[in-house]
């Protein structure tokens, strides 16, 4: 089997608010990359860093340590306007609210066509930019003549379709799609969810997928990251993390997930994740280890043990 391409990698990614003196680590020393054409969850409480690691990756929010590389280069830091550019259009984000996501006072037009003239496509005739929106609505399940229209206008379904769009426009190769869904009515959301699963399978796009509840992802990403307080502690194929989850942190955020079967639901044991269960100390240190192939775990050589006689 040939190796599969890693569009991202992400190692040792830090990130830290505050002063110097005192500052505050939101990201921990994270590390995963990303296979080109995947959809990759990243799924933890509010708090942990989601949203953190997503705009790090697309260079909002600079980093304070360790590397991002995207399609082998090293994007994180200081790079040149060249790469800066290309990877502006390469790496689009969609938003958690679609309602404070979009500037209120611009026309659809120009929220979605916006991204271009960053990208030094002044030379574009009005008509070829009309052109490029109506397709990019077009390619939504918009109207063509939304463009005229103003935020207000529409339904929080149709206005993440425009934050979709926006992104589209641009040609990205990844789509870091923070927490997409959250925000909207429960009888949307599915659309919206095909909707992001047709656009993978028609253009080879590659997702980061932020949510915080595990049910969410199961269905749509390959691999699911967990990340508890800034640190990855769990990483495996999404079927794997669903039958053998070993990190307690994943296995209390599986307990809450609601069950279709009443009676199930009824007799459900929520689990509490409680961090002083480690033992953690200088001569017994959580490492991110490896128990099978591709599901990583952060855990003592002690927990290790336990975790491999459960496979
Ligand atoms: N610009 C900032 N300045 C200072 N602290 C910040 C900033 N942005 C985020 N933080 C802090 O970093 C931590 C991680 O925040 P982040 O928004 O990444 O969490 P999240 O996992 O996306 O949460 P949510 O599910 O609520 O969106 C939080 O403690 C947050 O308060
Ligand atoms: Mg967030």
């Not at 399609?71 to 200081?78: A, E, H, M, S």
């Not at 077009?138 to 063509?144: E, F, R, T, Y």
């Not at 194929?237 to 609601?258: G, K, N």
Request: hydrophobic share 40%.
């Amino acid at each position: 089997m040939s190796e599969r391409k890693k569009l991202v990698e992400v190692e040792d990614l830090t990130v830290q608010f505050g002063s110097k003196r005192h500052p505050f680590t939101a990201v921990d020393k994270v590390s995963f990359h990303i296979y080109q054409g995947e959809t990759f969850g990243l799924v933890g409480e509010s708090g942990s860093g989601k949203t953190t690691i997503g705009r790090s990756l697309i260079r909002i929010h600079p980093t304070s340590g360790g590397r991002v590389l995207f399609d082998g280069k090293q994007i994180n830091g200081k790079i040149s306007k060249e790469l800066d550019r290309e990877v502006t259009r390469r790496i689009q984000m969609i938003f958690q609210d679609p309602m404070s996501s979009l500037n209120e006072r611009a026309k659809v037009d120009y929220i979605v066509s916006e991204g271009l003239f960053a990208q030094g496509h002044q030379h574009l005739s009005a008509q070829e930019r009309q052109e490029k929106v109506a397709k990019a609505l077009s390619d939504v399940g918009l109207l063509p003549e939304f463009a005229s229209r103003f935020p207000h206008e529409f339904s929080g379904g149709q206005r993440q379709r425009i934050g979709i769009a926006r992104a589209l426009v641009m040609e990205p190769d990844f789509i870091i799609a923070d927490e997409p869904i959250s925000a909207l009515d429960v009888s949307i959301r599915a659309q919206v969810l095909n909707l992001l699963s047709k656009l993978q399978r028609e253009r080879d796009l590659t997702y980061l997928f932020i949510a915080h509840d595990l049910s969410v992802v199961r269905f749509i990403c390959n691999r699911i990251a967990v990340i508890h307080k800034g640190r990855i502690v769990e990483l495996a194929d999404s079927e794997e993390l669903f039958l053998h989850p070993l990190h307690p942190y994943t296995r209390a955020l599986l307990s809450a997930i609601p069950q279709p079967d009443p009676i199930a639901e009824r007799n459900k044991v929520l689990l509490v994740y409680d961090p002083a269960c480690h033992h953690y100390s200088a001569e017994n240190p959580a490492k991110w280890q490896e128990v099978v192939p591709g599901h990583f775990v952060l855990a003592s050589d002690e927990e290790m043990a336990e975790y491999q006689k459960q496979f």
